[in-house]
């Protein structure tokens, strides 16, 4: 079974701003963020957070359920 991740992630240049969602592959996702962020090529994303769960299109339902306006 292939690992699934939920991760938030932050851009430098908004830090009020956090982008969350769901990969298989953290480097890749990370390497997408940075080099298609459309702002600036100062504003590079890290992560916050990051976990490999079982069913992440369900956690993310419910995270974005609960945590975002």
């Known amino acids: 079974m292939m690992k699934?991740?939920?991760?938030?992630?932050?851009?430098?240049?908004?830090?009020?701003?956090?982008?969350?969602?769901?990969?298989?592959?953290?480097n890749r996702r990370l390497k997408e963020y940075n080099s298609t962020t459309g702002i600036?090529?100062?504003?590079?994303?890290s992560y916050l957070f990051a976990a490999e769960v079982s069913d992440m299109r369900a956690l993310e339902r419910d995270f974005k359920k609960h945590f975002l306006i």
């Open 4 to 26: 699934q991740y939920l991760y938030i992630a932050q851009g430098s240049l908004e830090p009020s701003k956090c982008k969350i969602g769901i990969t298989n592959d953290l």
């Open 40 to 45: 600036s090529a100062e504003n590079s994303y």
